[in-house]
């Protein structure tokens, strides 16, 4: 009996230890908790559109809101970015808004909007929309990056990588 439960004991230490070096090693990729004021910070701010418009993000306070970063240099953003225009559409009416920060340079947005127009609003979030990403659980800055807010403001989904019809039918559901 005791050598049975040294055994486990020692199978347990083991595979234990051998988790940790994978724990350590994804836990770069993996979505970290929201900063503390991270949302607040999210709601009281502001980016220029690519037509100088003002694009304040308290406006879409009150609604179900999915933001996704993306930039123009990057594929599986350009890749979702119909998809998310769809989910614009169709879940307006219930009245979801999307929002999509580009992490770009202005130039490079205002001429891919020409080629690819989006019916949802973009702002021009440039690096500090990677900042603004790390805050909301985001540790690597990397792209694509969606987050969705409930229409009380909170943070309810984090989504690093491209995003999917599945993901987008889920997240249709919370309104």
Same mark, same amino acid.
């Given at each position: #009996?005791?050598?049975?439960?040294?055994?486990? =004991? &020692?199978? +347990? *230490?083991?595979?234990?230890?051998?988790?940790?070096?994978?724990?350590?090693?994804?836990?770069?990729?993996?979505?970290?908790?929201? &900063?503390? /004021?991270?949302?607040?910070?999210?709601?009281?701010?502001?980016?220029?559109?690519?037509?100088?418009?003002?694009?304040? #993000?308290?406006?879409?306070?009150?609604?179900?809101? %999915?933001?996704?970063?993306?930039?123009?240099? $990057?594929?599986? $953003?350009?890749?979702?970015?119909? #998809? %998310?225009?769809?989910?614009?559409?169709?879940?307006?009416?219930?009245?979801?808004?999307?929002? +999509?920060?580009? *992490?770009?340079?202005?130039?490079? =947005?205002?001429?891919?909007? *020409?080629?690819?127009?989006?019916?949802?609003?973009?702002? #021009?979030?440039?690096?500090?929309?990677?900042?603004?990403?790390?805050?909301?659980?985001?540790?690597?800055?990397?792209?694509?990056?969606?987050? *969705?807010?409930?229409?009380?403001?909170?943070?309810?989904?984090?989504? &690093?990588?491209? =995003?999917?019809?599945?993901? %987008?039918?889920?997240?249709? /559901?919370?309104?």
């Amino acid at each position: #009996m005791k050598l049975q439960r040294r055994t486990l =004991v &020692m199978a +347990g *230490v083991a595979v234990a230890a051998g988790g940790t070096g994978a724990l350590v090693a994804t836990r770069r990729f993996q979505l970290q908790p929201v &900063m503390s /004021e991270a949302e607040v910070a999210f709601w009281a701010g502001e980016f220029e559109g690519p037509n100088g418009e003002r694009v304040r #993000m308290a406006d879409f306070r009150g609604q179900p809101l %999915l933001v996704n970063f993306w930039a123009t240099w $990057c594929p599986p $953003c350009v890749e979702e970015l119909p #998809m %998310l225009n769809r989910f614009h559409e169709v879940q307006a009416a219930k009245g979801w808004k999307v929002l +999509g920060l580009a *992490v770009d340079q202005p130039s490079a =947005v205002r001429s891919f909007l *020409v080629k690819l127009p989006l019916n949802f609003p973009v702002g #021009m979030a440039g690096f500090a929309g990677t900042e603004l990403s790390r805050s909301l659980g985001n540790p690597s800055g990397a792209l694509p990056f969606t987050v *969705v807010f409930g229409a009380d403001g909170a943070l309810l989904h984090r989504k &690093m990588g491209k =995003v999917s019809d599945a993901d %987008l039918a889920q997240w249709a /559901e919370l309104a």
